[in-house]
T-cell receptor, first 113, second 118 residues
């Protein structure tokens, strides 16, 4: 039973355009959501997060939106750069489950020059 | 400051053999986590140490997997005997505080150990 799902295995975007990565979850007990970026042969690195009490969090070119009623979150990257090409993982935490991140399958983002 | 380090980077072993993976967390990080990604699927939680104690081992697949963190520093994950389905990338992560909602405290991941069981 996969509680966090990223239904798009891959996304291809032109440099300078917006990249939108989507994530759905089923467990309403999740109260903190994170996005991680992963380059080949490296571990995931933290990108941005959002608490369930918010609906938007922005950090430079990265914005995460949370729609609790739809159990959906998205990561917007504007403008997209070739260096953003990586695998992006959505992850979620229940407040009481310290350190137990529940990840999605990942979306491969390719930004073309 | 050194990041989370994992050894080896790759390991190829035969079914039935034993393999031990090692993780050195960031110095001072009490919390250490093991995760596994199988065949390009989601990254799955295996277990969580707080210092030398197992806080949560609910993700360990079966008793062929044994994790230890003697002295609360580095950790090892032993697979004995290894099966074909154990193949995947094993990630270790550490954090100073638990990754929880009240604090924006991230878990830092190592580069992973790619285990191939043939």
């Amino acid at each position: 039973d996969q509680q966090v799902k990223q239904n798009s295995p891959s996304l291809s975007v032109q440099e300078g355009r917006i990249s939108i990565l989507n994530c759905d979850y089923t467990n309403s007990m999740f109260d903190y959501f994170l996005w991680y970026k992963k380059y080949p042969a490296e571990g995931p690195t933290f990108l941005i997060s959002i608490s369930s009490i918010k609906d938007k969090n922005e950090d430079g070119r990265f914005t995460v939106f949370l729609n609790k009623s739809a159990k959906h979150l998205s990561l917007h990257i504007v403008p997209s750069q070739p260096g953003d090409s990586a695998v992006y993982f959505c992850a979620a935490i229940r407040g009481t489950s310290y350190g137990k991140l529940t990840f999605g399958q990942g979306t491969i983002l390719t930004v073309h020059p | 400051e050194a990041g989370v380090t994992q050894f080896p980077s790759h390991s190829v072993i035969e079914k039935g053999q034993t393999v031990t993976l090692r993780c050195d967390p960031i110095s001072g990080h009490d919390n250490l986590y093991w995760y596994r990604r199988v065949m390009g699927k989601e990254i799955k939680f295996l277990l969580h140490f707080v210092k030398e104690s197992k806080q949560d081992e609910s993700g360990m697949p079966n008793n062929r997997f044994l994790a230890e963190r003697t002295g609360g520093t580095y950790s090892t994950l032993k697979v004995q005997p290894a099966e074909l389905e154990d193949s995947g990338v094993y990630f270790c992560a550490s954090s100073q505080d638990p990754v929880e909602t009240a604090f924006n405290t991230e878990a830092f991941f190592g580069q992973g150990t790619r285990l191939t069981v043939v």
